[in-house]
């Protein structure tokens, strides 16, 4: 009896955090560069010992001390790094990420890596995100634009015009013909993003930063942010769905419990 209502409990577990998964993704529905999150679930026979255990299994395919309970468990949470749409934003300090890759950006805790081209310009004249971590180039220092006129290539090349001490912390500068380099924003790829590690604010840590390869095949799309990847109305459907599966296990544990208390209040009549 007992059996049925941990069964039951387990799915109705199961459940809830597929729930609040969905939720997170929905809530993140208008993230720039958020990236939909899934579970993966496995069943698993529980096998419990009873007082008839003495019973061959020769003689019974099927004995008492061999009873199976399948119970439900989260097997695995991963990201789904598939590309999100471009919309187009117009704000020169806006980039997108068109391909596999990641932007590297510096925060108190360490180098973390992020899809969310929203930038601006720090206090001290840096490119920082939204979020107000610095963004770093290839060469691991800031990027300072000083308010100058922002043009950013395909491969992430930062150029300036107009803007006060532009240039590396080495004071060296270079002059194209959209200004000057103030440097190449630090992009990086990972041969297993699936083992990155999503933290808040749009941030992935990896645990081996030595992994990080340069990505191919990746481009820089300035006046543009890659929107988030959650596909709206598949995550409602799936909502709704596990809503009614959560009711109906809630049911089961319900009606568990009152075959459990009939069968206890029997008994005790029959003593």
């Not at 199961?14 to 720039?32: E, G, H, M, R």
């Amino acid at each position: 009896m007992y059996k049925s209502m941990y069964v039951a409990a387990s799915g109705a577990k199961a459940s809830q955090l597929k729930l609040d998964t969905i939720a997170n993704n929905l809530a993140n529905v208008n993230t720039p560069g958020f990236k939909n999150d899934k579970l993966v679930f496995e069943s698993y026979l529980n096998k419990q010992k009873t007082e008839s255990a003495g019973v061959s299994s020769m003689k019974n395919p099927n004995p008492a001390h061999m009873r199976q309970a399948e119970y439900v468990a989260p097997a695995e949470q991963y990201t789904d790094f598939s590309q999100g749409p471009l919309r187009v934003t117009d704000s020169p300090l806006d980039v997108a990420l068109q391909g596999d890759g990641f932007i590297a950006v510096s925060t108190f805790e360490g180098e973390r890596y992020t899809r969310n081209g929203t930038m601006q310009v720090g206090p001290n004249g840096e490119l920082v995100t939204s979020a107000g971590n610095v963004v770093v180039s290839d060469r691991n220092e800031p990027i300072f634009v000083n308010y100058g006129f922002v043009t950013i290539d395909e491969d992430g090349n930062v150029w300036v015009r107009g803007g006060s001490g532009v240039g590396h912390f080495d004071g060296k500068l270079s002059t194209g013909v959209f200004g000057e380099n103030a440097g190449r924003i630090k992009l990086v790829d990972f041969p297993k993003p699936y083992g990155l590690v999503k933290e808040g604010s749009g941030l992935f840590r990896a645990p081996d930063p030595n992994e990080a390869l340069a990505p191919e095949g990746l481009k820089v799309v300035q006046g543009h942010l890659e929107g988030s990847n959650v596909n709206m109305i598949r995550s409602m459907t799936d909502m709704i769905l596990n809503q009614r599966i959560a009711e109906t296990y809630k049911k089961a544990i319900q009606e568990s419990d009152r075959m459990t208390s009939t069968l206890i209040l029997q008994i005790s009549r029959a003593r």
